[in-house]
């Protein structure tokens, strides 16, 4: 049975005056899923976070939950937990009031609150911490004392409004598992909120890319990073290199793309339709370029173009090549730190290999 | 405003506004009505009473010679005592130093009327006659904290390194004060004074205690007359009072972009 | 700057309004308490005797009336102001910036404008043939007495001290972050639920703060109390004001001075260790 639509948010628009707005904007996160709006700050991701959790109205559209109409209810009627990013944590309360507040507003009876509340401090490893104060804890802490507080409750949808940004870079990283396992251990559904592109990555099932209160592109991981539907996508997510090139020719075999340099480029064969345009961007990702000796045969389906080496970065794992092309391009490739690799030096001449799938056109 | 305010708690504030300035209001109304019997809303518009105001003597040395006169003295002392004592807490350590910083902001506890009986009796007996002086000194008091309250925050901002940074090139710790410390605190020292000035000219606690035949502040000449039935010659005294300090708070506001701590 | 040394430069600037203090200030306090140990006399003001029958006098039943109609009438004013003034600092302080300007211009403005003033604003509108009977002959209604009495009292000082309710509180108030109140409605609580469990105990420092402060004001109010109130339901501050110009009574005006500096100096003293804890307490959130 396919699983079902946990959220639907349609054409949601916020219109805080006539030049700034955001939307419209549309999205499904489905049941048990792990869903990321993901953009730069200003995007709009976190004006959409605020208007599930009822704290901002809409100027247009409508937020359902499980079918129900949600956007015309009171916050404090909204079914949906949030995580705040400075964790919000009632400081004159101890840990185990902070937990229990949600529930002692329910009326439930003091020892069913005292189980609920001792077992989620369980699942998030706080066990013992229940009497101490928010300010005695660390910083990770308190973040699963805020993430507590909301599943206790047991929200339909839970909501996390950058949570890890206020955490150093380790810890973030450590949280950021704990977060996935969590989250899979439960099935919660969960939309996620960030400005991390690594985070939003590691974490999702599917991203939203927002830019200037709009949907950029909504997809897998994978589907985000290998076909960016646009070049704002390819040039957020991880890194790229862009060209500017018009398509020449279009066969079953492929697609022929020439720049202005004079460079031609084999790419993979664009169903029709896919660009229309004959001016195009051509996305190539830095660790697809194979990076060789001069002297080298092109097979079908490569591309081999000479180029000479501007600039070596060490970084440990990687080497960081930025190459210039005949042309008189800039391209950026990142190898594997090897024996062979380590050779290279600024002011040699190489030869780049770039297969043809790995070229990607973008609408200009 | 952000958040899910009720619905009730606008209206109840506004309300709660309303009845605050409500008596202010309804003193400028009178002032230009034109009856007699105090009336709202007036049924006319009137500079009448103003002429009495002037031509009145006892209000007229009231307001000028004597609240006017006080309260420009008092705002000037009390911003260089308060001043160079704020400075002697601030910028230096000495043994009892929040003792006496709490010693300086004393006044502020005292009730009023209880300091004007106070110095009333000390006067007495003392001999001192009743006198512009004598307020004076008791408006020097009850001022005077406010300004150090002002230049301590004032020089609690202030990095003594830019001082330091004088010295090294050349100034005395007295030019070093004068050229870099005290034009920094200028917005300090004038929110200061203005306090004062406001402090002094409607204060009428002290005054009812401390005024005597030739130095009968004004509010104090409204008091007596309010106690005597007078005209709406009382409201147009007022209302010059309400708009000389509004607009005085207003330039601390907006020119200095002060929060008044009281 | 540490000096102390040879040139104690700091006694100099702070020497003169030391004096000034000690000479205007304490000398005359210490005068009052002198006053206070010597019996009355209509004739010669006071008599070089030592006693304690001021004090003892206090204990006398007008004077027990007195305190405790002060007192009351001190816990009233407080109550309404804290009532009408705690959603007043709440508006001030969430509000935006250039409305909490104003809003704080309209509640400062009226405290430095003299309080003869006031009160005569009040007396225009609550007179026999004043604006509000006037506003209910209007409407047909009977016109009411209340000017002269314990009630017009509590209006005139709860007009006048509301404001020093309101600016602790609402300095209590802005220290609470935005983030505390969306947290709690996220967690199911009405906008009066949340008021009640968070802005409540978190604020609790700033409306002890103002409570204390109304309350000491009001007690040793005088020209309210004077003006609006009559004379048999008199307050400590007339009564003090009475036995120094009218009756020279000056060691009972100085006993009663004295009691009334020390309540009220017991409730500043509370009020500024409840900011002082409040400062500790906000620093773990």
């Given at each position: 049975m396919p699983p079902s639509i946990e959220l639907e948010v349609r054409a949601l628009t916020k219109r805080y005056s006539p030049q700034v707005s955001v939307g419209p904007i549309s999205f499904e996160v489905q049941e048990g899923e792990f869903f990321s709006l993901l953009g730069p700050s200003g995007c709009g991701k976190t004006t959409t976070l605020r208007c599930i959790a009822g704290f901002?109205?809409?100027?247009?559209?409508?937020?359902?939950?499980?079918?129900?109409?949600?956007?015309?209810?009171?916050?404090?009627?909204?079914?949906?937990?949030?995580?705040?990013?400075?964790?919000?944590?009632?400081?004159?309360?101890?840990?185990?009031?902070?937990?229990?507040?949600?529930?002692?507003?329910?009326?439930?009876?003091?020892?069913?609150?005292?189980?609920?509340?001792?077992?989620?401090?369980?699942?998030?490893?706080l066990a013992g911490m229940a009497t101490r104060f928010p300010a005695q804890l660390s910083g990770g802490q308190q973040q699963r004392v805020a993430i507590a507080r909301s599943l206790v409750l047991e929200p339909r949808i839970l909501m996390f409004d950058e949570p890890l940004s206020n955490l150093d870079f380790k810890l973030r990283i450590q949280m950021r598992e704990e977060l996935r396992n969590l989250q899979r251990r439960l099935g919660k559904t969960s939309i996620y909120v960030t400005h991390d592109?690594?985070?939003?990555?590691?974490?999702?099932?599917?991203?939203?890319?927002?830019?200037?209160?709009?949907?950029?592109?909504?997809?897998?991981?994978?589907?985000?990073?290998?076909?960016?539907?646009?070049?704002?996508?390819?040039?957020?997510?991880?890194?790229?290199?862009?060209?500017?090139?018009?398509?020449?020719?279009?066969?079953?075999?492929?697609?022929?793309?020439?720049?202005?340099?004079?460079?031609?480029?084999?790419?993979?064969?664009?169903?029709?339709?896919?660009?229309?345009?004959?001016?195009?961007?051509?996305?190539?990702?830095?660790?697809?370029?194979?990076?060789?000796?001069?002297?080298?045969?092109?097979?079908?389906?490569?591309?081999?173009?000479?180029?000479?080496?501007?600039?070596?970065?060490?970084?440990?794992?990687?080497?960081?090549?930025?190459?210039?092309?005949?042309?008189?391009?800039?391209?950026?490739?990142?190898?594997?730190?090897?024996?062979?690799?380590?050779?290279?030096?600024?002011?040699?001449?190489?030869?780049?290999?770039?297969?043809?799938?790995?070229?990607?056109?973008?609408?200009? | 405003m952000r958040a899910q305010v009720p619905r009730p708690l606008l209206p109840f504030v506004v309300a709660v506004y309303f009845g605050l300035l409500a008596p202010l209001v309804v003193v400028i109304a009178v002032s230009f009505?034109?009856?007699?019997?105090?009336?709202?809303?007036?049924?006319?518009?009137?500079?009448?009473?103003?002429?009495?105001?002037?031509?009145s003597s006892a209000f007229v040395t009231a307001f000028f010679r004597v609240s006017l006169v006080v309260a420009l003295l008092a705002a000037a002392l009390a911003t260089v005592l308060g001043t160079s004592a704020a400075l002697g807490l601030v910028r230096f350590r000495f043994f009892g130093r929040e003792a006496v910083e709490t010693f300086f902001l004393a006044p502020l506890l005292v009730p009023e009327i209880l300091l004007g009986a106070a110095l009333y009796l000390f006067y007495a007996r003392l001999a001192i006659q009743a006198s512009i002086w004598t307020l004076l000194c008791g408006h020097l008091v009850i001022c005077t904290p406010?300004?150090?309250?002002?230049?301590?925050?004032?020089?609690?901002?202030?990095?003594?390194?830019?001082?330091?940074?004088?010295?090294?090139?050349?100034?005395?710790?007295?030019?070093?004060?004068?050229?870099?410390?005290?034009?920094?605190?200028?917005?300090?020292?004038?929110?200061g004074a203005i306090f004062a000035f406001i402090i002094s000219f409607s204060d009428i606690n002290l005054a009812l205690f401390l005024s005597g035949p030739q130095s009968t502040s004004l509010p104090v000449h409204i008091f007596s007359q309010i106690q005597w039935q007078g005209d709406p010659t009382i409201a147009a005294a007022s209302s010059m009072q309400i708009v000389i300090i509004g607009l005085l708070i207003l330039v601390?506001?907006?020119?200095?972009r002060l929060r008044l701590v009281v | 700057m540490d000096h102390g040394g040879a040139r104690p430069i700091w006694?100099?600037?702070?020497?003169?309004?030391?004096?000034?203090?000690?000479?205007?200030?304490?000398?005359?306090?210490?005068?009052?308490?002198?006053?206070?140990?010597?019996?009355?006399?209509?004739?010669?003001?006071?008599?070089?005797?030592?006693?304690?029958?001021?004090?003892?006098?206090?204990?006398?039943?007008?004077?027990?009336?007195?305190?405790?109609?002060?007192?009351?009438?001190?816990?009233?004013?407080?109550?309404?102001?804290?009532?009408?003034?705690?959603?007043?600092?709440?508006?001030?302080?969430?509000?935006?910036?250039?409305?909490?300007?104003?809003?704080?211009?309209?509640?400062?403005?009226?405290?430095?404008?003299?309080?003869?003033?006031?009160?005569?604003?009040?007396?225009?509108?609550?007179?026999?043939?004043?604006?509000?009977?006037?506003?209910l002959l209007g409407l047909g209604l009977e016109p009411v007495k209340l000017l002269y009495s314990e009630t017009a009292v509590v209006i005139g000082l709860v007009n006048i001290f509301v404001p020093f309710m309101v600016l602790p509180i609402m300095a209590s108030i802005e220290r609470i972050s935005p983030s505390l109140e969306e947290a709690a409605q996220n967690l199911g609580a009405s906008w009066y639920r949340m008021f009640g469990r968070v802005i409540l105990p978190l604020s609790l420092p700033g409306l002890i703060s103002g409570c204390l402060l109304v309350y000491s004001l009001s007690i040793s109010a005088f020209v309210t109390p004077a003006l609006m109130g009559n004379s048999r339901e008199r307050l400590v501050g007339q009564q003090i004001y009475d036995e120094v110009l009218v009756s020279f009574n000056w060691p009972g005006a100085a006993s009663l001075s004295l009691t009334l500096v020390l309540v009220t100096a017991a409730l500043m003293f509370g009020a500024l260790f409840a900011t002082r804890r409040a400062g500790r307490r906000e620093k773990a959130s």
């Open positions: 901002e109205t809409l100027t247009e559209g409508s937020i359902r939950l499980h079918g129900e109409r949600l956007d015309d209810k009171p916050p404090h009627r909204r079914d949906v937990g949030l995580v705040f990013q400075n964790y919000a944590l009632f400081p004159h309360l101890t840990v185990f009031d902070n937990v229990a507040f949600g529930l002692r507003l329910r009326r439930l009876g003091k020892a069913e609150i005292g189980d609920r509340v001792s077992r989620v401090l369980q699942l998030v490893d592109q690594t985070e939003a990555l590691a974490l999702s099932d599917r991203i939203a890319v927002l830019s200037h209160g709009r949907i950029e592109q909504i997809g897998t991981p994978a589907e985000i990073y290998e076909h960016p539907a646009s070049a704002f996508v390819a040039e957020f997510i991880g890194s790229s290199n862009m060209l500017r090139g018009r398509i020449v020719e279009r066969s079953e075999a492929g697609t022929i793309v020439a720049t202005a340099t004079g460079l031609r480029l084999h790419c993979r064969p664009e169903p029709e339709g896919e660009v229309e345009t004959a001016e195009v961007s051509i996305l190539l990702r830095p660790e697809r370029i194979l990076v060789e000796a001069p002297g080298g045969r092109a097979m079908p389906g490569q591309n081999r173009v000479s180029a000479r080496i501007a600039d070596v970065t060490y970084l440990g794992e990687d080497l960081h090549l930025s190459l210039d092309l005949v042309g008189g391009e800039r391209l950026r490739a990142s190898v594997k730190n090897s024996n062979a690799a380590r050779g290279w030096a600024p002011s040699q001449s190489v030869e780049l290999v770039v297969d043809a799938a790995d070229l990607r056109l973008l609408r200009r | 009505g034109p009856s007699a019997v105090f009336e709202f809303p007036p049924r006319g518009v009137t500079l009448h009473w103003f002429e009495a105001f002037f031509a406010y300004v150090i309250r002002s230049v301590t925050a004032g020089l609690v901002g202030l990095d003594p390194r830019l001082e330091e940074a004088a010295m090294s090139l050349g100034a005395t710790r007295v030019q070093a004060f004068f050229k870099v410390t005290l034009p920094l605190l200028r917005s300090s020292l004038v929110s601390v506001q907006r020119i200095f | 006694a100099f600037l702070t020497g003169p309004y030391a004096l000034f203090l000690f000479v205007l200030l304490l000398v005359p306090f210490a005068n009052i308490a002198m006053y206070s140990l010597h019996p009355y006399s209509p004739t010669k003001v006071f008599l070089p005797e030592l006693t304690f029958d001021n004090y003892r006098k206090i204990f006398d039943l007008y004077y027990v009336r007195l305190f405790g109609r002060t007192l009351r009438l001190g816990l009233i004013t407080t109550a309404v102001c804290a009532v009408l003034g705690y959603p007043l600092a709440y508006c001030l302080a969430r509000a935006r910036p250039r409305w909490q300007a104003v809003g704080l211009f309209l509640l400062i403005m009226p405290l430095m404008v003299s309080a003869v003033i006031r009160v005569f604003g009040w007396i225009v509108i609550l007179g026999r043939k004043g604006l509000l009977n006037q506003a």
